[in-house]
Nanobody, 122 residues
Framework: VQLQASGGGSVEAGGSLRLSCAASGLTFSTYSMGWFRQAPGKERESVASISWNGGTRYYADSVKDRFTISRDNAKNTVNLQMNSLRPEDTAVYYC????????????????WGQGTLVTVSS
């Protein structure tokens, strides 16, 4: 299984970025997917998760109404649209796959990508 995250970069506060994660080696439509992040010196935290068909989505309180998770089962991709970015959103962002159709913000995921760095300057 491979999860390849992309789309990270540097942006000013208030800006937007769109992260993408391409999955291979798994039956993507049977997995729930999640995005997590880890800032320097901090523990990894959940950001958003989405069920197998996109019908259920969960967000961390810190990103609610600013971030949107989506998926395209035909393309085996999961995306994270990040708007109104803040300096505290600076972190390495990871996508993850969970061998369950049901979304969760718990870190109980089976496969993890390599991460993509997002830097938000004030």
């Amino acid at each position: 299984v491979q999860l390849q995250a992309s789309g990270g970069g540097s942006v000013e506060a208030g800006g937007s970025l769109r992260l993408s994660c391409a999955a291979s080696g798994l039956t993507f439509s049977t997995y729930s997917m999640g995005w997590f992040r880890q800032a320097p010196g901090k523990e990894r935290e959940s950001v958003a998760s989405i069920s197998w068909n996109g019908g259920t989505r969960y967000y961390a309180d810190s990103v609610k109404d600013r971030f949107t998770i989506s998926r395209d089962n035909a393309k085996n991709t999961v995306n994270l649209q990040m708007n109104s970015l803040r300096p505290e959103d600076t972190a390495v962002y990871y996508c993850a796959a969970r061998r369950s159709r049901f979304a969760t913000l718990n870190g109980d995921y089976d496969y993890w990508g390599q991460g993509t760095l997002v830097t938000v300057s004030s």
